[in-house]
């Protein structure tokens, strides 16, 4: 099992139309791809960070993590839409400890 997560921050204005955009059709495209587990979006809490969100899945093993990596829909999505919007973001990917 591998749990992948990405906490980022978007360049758009907080509460804008195009900040819920993203979040709403970013998940609806990356958790329809084969895979993909558990999908969550979530919003940061701390002040500790500077990072607003996290998307987060989980995949049952590395051979459906690599497939979701290299699916059409997932680079397209990072693409036209991450590349762009992303301002700052850091990937962490954990499996669990034994």
Do not use: C
């Amino acid at each position: 099992m591998i749990r992948h997560t990405v906490a980022f921050t978007l360049i758009h204005a907080p509460d804008s139309p195009e900040e819920r955009d993203f979040l709403s059709s970013g998940p609806a495209v990356l958790a329809a791809i084969p895979g993909v587990q558990d999908f969550t979006v979530s919003r940061q809490v701390s002040p500790k960070t500077g990072y607003r969100f996290q998307f987060a899945m989980t995949f049952a093993d590395e051979a459906a993590y690599a497939a979701y990596n290299d699916h059409p829909d997932h680079e397209h999505f990072v693409v036209t839409r991450w590349m762009s919007e992303v301002a700052e973001f850091e990937e962490l990917d954990f499996t669990p400890y034994p």
